[in-house]
């Protein structure tokens, strides 16, 4: 898996203007969140880093970002456009979720002829958790409705409607709540977290899809301390988002990659890693040893 951080800062700035409407309103469906406490904590533990990581914004009218991710509850009665984005330049691209009476589908539309689009069916619930994740890769967006993933994006070729997705009005507000936007589109263990999050905060039940990963406590992998002891040693004092963070929020972040170092950001950026990829300028200042990174790299290589 390529880090997609680096993509988006290489692909250039690009202006987004938000149109949405949100506010907090009363709801009063309970339900129990699924899972063991030590999976809910090690997810509660994953989505207050993503609440606290700059990745997440508060006021989205202005985001400057080619991926996106948006968790929020809407109302089932709702009709129309829930989040439409349209970029100012280039004038070809948006990502775009809506309603209608039968299905919730979200659009991502990356280039006057590459559209894709996935959709699911309405749920009979008042109040519906929905996860989106538009990715640079459209093949790979996810759209997520109570907990269910809809199924993979199709791709339509070039898009019907030229500029705008926006096939429809948007929501009121009153219809909305709990709007948390990222500006990079999440993994599926980041998004299980999120999605938890939501349910769990206004009370209500959502069955997790078996391929959402629910994020697992790494605290069995030996080889995670050693290296998390470096990585405190070497790299907070630049790196403060990674204090306190666990194993799994390097892979899911796309800092690591399961089983491989050298495709891995934390490792190859290391001066003394060995391997070939990417720019070994880490840390920037300070020194860190051979033997320091192997930890680092050991860890990576055999992660559970
Ligand atoms: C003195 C400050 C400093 C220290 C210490 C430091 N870094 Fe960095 N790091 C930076 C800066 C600045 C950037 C952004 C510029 C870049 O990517 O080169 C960065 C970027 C990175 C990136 C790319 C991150 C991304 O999201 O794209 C990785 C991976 C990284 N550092 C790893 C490390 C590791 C591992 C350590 C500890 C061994 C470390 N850094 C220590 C300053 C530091």
Redo the contacts with the bound molecule.
């Keep these: 898996m390529k880090?997609r951080?680096?993509r988006s800062?290489a692909a250039g700035s690009f202006l987004i203007s938000l149109s949405l409407a949100f506010t907090a309103v009363s709801c009063s469906l309970t339900g129990q969140i699924p899972g063991s406490s030590e999976v809910e904590s090690e997810s509660d533990k994953l989505a207050k880093t993503l609440l606290s990581s700059a990745d997440f914004v508060t006021n989205p009218a202005s985001i400057s970002s080619k991926s996106l991710s948006a968790f929020f509850l809407v109302k089932s009665t709702a009709r129309g456009s829930v989040l439409n984005v349209s970029p100012s330049s280039p004038s070809t691209q948006a990502f775009d979720l809506s309603l209608d009476s039968s299905s919730v589908s979200a659009s991502y539309l990356t280039s006057a002829s590459d559209f894709s689009e996935s959709s699911t069916a309405l749920p009979s619930t008042s109040w519906i958790v929905v996860g989106v994740s538009f990715s640079e890769d459209p093949a790979s967006m996810d759209l997520t409705v109570n907990g269910t993933l809809a199924a993979a994006p199709t791709q339509s070729g070039a898009p019907t409607s030229p500029l705008s997705m926006a096939r429809y009005p948007v929501v009121t507000a009153a219809a909305l709540k709990d709007v948390l936007f990222f500006t990079r589109a999440l993994s599926r263990d980041e998004q299980s977290a999120m999605l938890l999050y939501l349910a769990k905060k206004n009370s209500l039940a959502i069955t997790l899809d078996p391929a959402l990963k629910i994020p697992v406590n790494n605290s069995s992998d030996p080889n995670f301390a050693p290296a998390q002891n470096?990585?405190q040693a070497?790299?907070h004092?630049?790196?403060s988002a990674w204090s306190g963070v666990s194993a799994n929020y390097y892979f899911s972040s796309g800092?690591a990659v399961k089983g491989q170092a050298e495709n891995s950001?934390?490792y190859y950026?290391?001066t003394g890693s060995t391997g070939s990829s990417g720019?070994k300028?880490?840390?920037?200042?300070?020194s860190?040893s051979a033997s320091e990174a192997d930890l680092?790299k050991t860890w990576i290589n055999n992660a559970p």
């Design positions: 880090h951080r680096h800062r470096v990585i070497k790299c004092s630049c790196h800092l950001a934390l950026r290391l720019p300028t880490m840390p920037t200042s300070g860190i680092i």
